[in-house]
C-alpha cells in the first residue's frame, strides 16, 4: 500500500489511461480491461484532460458507472489551463467527462506559464468546494516540488529501469517529506520487454518480463506504479506482479544492466 501525506491509502499498482478511448472498434476491450483492474484490486485510475482531448475521461467515466465509490480517481489538467480560472473550469470539465461529481486527486500536468501559486490556490479552491479532495503535481522537478506550499500529495513521473534518474535527488526529496511518487510508463511503453537482463530473471522466476519490471518499480514501497494495459488479459499479468519478489541479487543484476545515477539529471519527459 501508498500513503499520502494526508493519511490516504491505496494500492501500490494502479491503471493508467494514455492513449485509450481513440479507438472505437476496441472500446469494449478498454472498458473490460478497466473493470477487469478494478476487480483485482487495481484501484487507482490515472487519466489526464489532455488524453484523446477528454476521451479517455469519457471511457474512464463510462467504465466507473455505478463503480465510482470503487475507486480512487485522478486526472490532470494541462499547464495551458492552469490559471486560477481555467484550473477550476478545466476540472469541472473533466468532472462532466467522467461523470463523477468529484476527484480523489488533481495533478498539474507539467509546469506552464501560470505561476504554480495561483493554480495550487485554484486547487485548494476546488478542495474547499468539494471538487477535489486532494491535489499534486506531475512532471515537476525537485526544484519545483521544493517551492510548493504544503498540500502536495504526490509528483507523478517517468520512471522505469530505463529512466533512472529521479533516484538521485527526487526519490529522496520525496521520500523525506513522505510524498509518494507515480510512476508513469514503469515498462517504457513496452520497449523494456525485450531487455536480455530482465528476459533472463522473469524466466527464472517463471514471470514476464513486464512483470519483473513492475515489480522493480514497487520494490521501495514508495511509488505507486500505473501501467496502461489495454486488454483484460494484460491487466491480469500486471496484477500479478504485484506477488512477484525481487532477490538482492535479482536487484543486484538489474543495476548492472541498468546502472542508477550517478549525479543529478534533468527529469525527463515522455
Known amino acids: 500500500m501508498i500513503s499520502f501525506p494526508n493519511g490516504t491509502t491505496v494500492p501500490s499498482l494502479g491503471q493508467g489511461t494514455w492513449n485509450m478511448g481513440d479507438s472505437p472498434t476496441i472500446r469494449g476491450a478498454e472498458i473490460d480491461a478497466i473493470r477487469t483492474g478494478v476487480d483485482l484490486g487495481l484501484t487507482v485510475i490515472d487519466t489526464a484532460e489532455m488524453y484523446g482531448n477528454g476521451r479517455s475521461e469519457e471511457l474512464v467515466g463510462e467504465a466507473i458507472s455505478g463503480r ?4 480512487f480517481l485522478v486526472s490532470k489538467v494541462l ?4 490559471s486560477a480560472k481555467g484550473t ?6 473533466s468532472l462532466r467527462r467522467l461523470g463523477t461529481d468529484r476527484l480523489d486527486l488533481y495533478l498539474l500536468h507539467w509546469r506552464g506559464r501560470h505561476p504554480l501559486e ?15 479532495r486532494a491535489w499534486g503535481v506531475s512532471n515537476l522537478d525537485t526544484s519545483d516540488l521544493q517551492q510548493l506550499p504544503p498540500g502536495c500529495q504526490t509528483d507523478q513521473v517517468l520512471y522505469n529501469l530505463s529512466r533512472r534518474g529521479p533516484e538521485f535527488d527526487l526519490l529522496p526529496w520525496t521520500t523525506s517529506v513522505g510524498m509518494p511518487v507515480m510512476a508513469y510508463s514503469p515498462v517504457e511503453q513496452g520497449r523494456l520487454l525485450d531487455e536480455p537482463a530482465l528476459a533472463d530473471i522473469a524466466r527464472e522466476l517463471g514471470a514476464t518480463p513486464a512483470q519483473v519490471a513492475l515489480a522493480w518499480s514497487m520494490r521501495n514501497g514508495s511509488v505507486l ?3 496502461k494495459a489495454s486488454t483484460a488479459q494484460h491487466v491480469r499479468e500486471n496484477a500479478a506482479a504485484r506477488d512477484l519478489h525481487l532477490s538482492a541479487a535479482d536487484l543486484k543484476r538489474l543495476d548492472d544492466a541498468f546502472p542508477p545515477p550517478v549525479r ?7
Open 264 to 270: 543529478s539529471v534533468p527529469l525527463e519527459m515522455l
Open 88 to 93: 477550476v473550469e478545466a476540472c469541472h470539465a
Open 118 to 132: 495561483e493554480t495550487v490556490a485554484a486547487f485548494e479552491a476546488l478542495v474547499a468546494d468539494g471538487s477535489i
Open 79 to 82: 499547464p495551458s489551463n492552469a
Open 68 to 71: 465510482r465509490d470503487d475507486v
Open 225 to 227: 506504479a500505473i501501467p
